[in-house]
T-cell receptor, first 110, second 113 residues
Framework: GQNIDQPTEMTATEGAIVQINCTYQ??????LFWYQQHAGEAPTFLSY????GLEEKGRFSSFLSRSKGYSYLLLKELQMKDSASYLC???????????FGAGTTVTVRA | DVKVTQSSRYLVKRTGEKVFLECVQD?????MFWYRQDPGLGLRLIYF???????EKGDIPEGYSVSREKKERFSLILESASTNQTSMYLC????????????FGPGTRLTVL
């Protein structure tokens, strides 16, 4: 994975919805991951997409379009504890390693 | 639960010192990784290993080396620490097949004076 772009910061209100976009360029796509990282803590795995479409997991959903090199992470019914950095990462075919975007810091306000 | 542990949460070293960062995983994972994380730059891969005694360079290997003598342990070595190596260092491991998500340790914040 190369050239992974995501917004630097987003702010939203408690109870609202936020969509974090991620675009990527890769020579041979083999999966896209979203991680959540609270300040001072390790990243934790949120979601994985390898086929086009929407994957839903509770309040969090992740979408992938391989032809557009595009994914988004949708956070619904935002809670204060969702304030964190969200990392988009892409794996190339035949590779073990991930390439990470710089992360999007989401701030949830009361 | 997969557990990835790192030897220190905080470390302060002097320029020129040799520094060892240790990482241990307890789930028999094949792959292990070392990243550094800096503000605005995200996670950058230093080295990874897909088997015991096997290693591959990541995106920024200069100034670092690694050792994997046992499957569960992956060490990062700074041969001669420099101030530009002040950073958060994160270790991760993954199964090596299937979805193959990476599990991260808590990180070591290294300061080189």
């Amino acid at each position: 994975g190369q050239n992974i772009d995501q917004p630097t910061e987003m702010t939203a209100t408690e109870g609202a919805i936020v969509q974090i976009n991620c675009t990527y360029q890769t020579s041979g796509f083999n999966g896209l991951f979203w991680y959540q990282q609270h300040a001072g803590e390790a990243p934790t795995f949120l979601s994985y997409n390898v086929l086009d479409g929407l994957e839903e997991k509770g309040r969090f959903s992740s979408f992938l379009s391989r032809s557009k090199g595009y994914s988004y992470l949708l956070l619904k019914e935002l809670q204060m504890k969702d304030s964190a950095s969200y990392l988009c990462a892409v794996r190339d075919w035949g590779d073990y390693k991930l390439s990470f975007g710089a992360g999007t810091t989401v701030t949830v306000r009361a | 639960d997969v557990k990835v542990t790192q030897s220190s949460r905080y470390l302060v070293k002097r320029t020129g010192e040799k520094v060892f960062l240790e990482c241990v995983q307890d789930m028999d994972h094949e792959n292990m990784f070392w990243y550094r994380q800096d503000p605005g730059l995200g996670l950058r891969l230093i080295y990874f290993s897909y088997d015991v005694k096997m290693k591959e360079k990541g995106d920024i290997p200069e100034g670092y080396s690694v050792s994997r003598e046992k499957k569960e342990r992956f060490s990062l070595i700074l041969e001669s620490a420099s101030t530009n190596q002040t950073s958060m260092y994160l270790c991760a491991s993954s199964l090596g097949r299937g979805k193959d998500e990476q599990f991260f340790g808590p990180g070591t914040r290294l300061t080189v004076l």
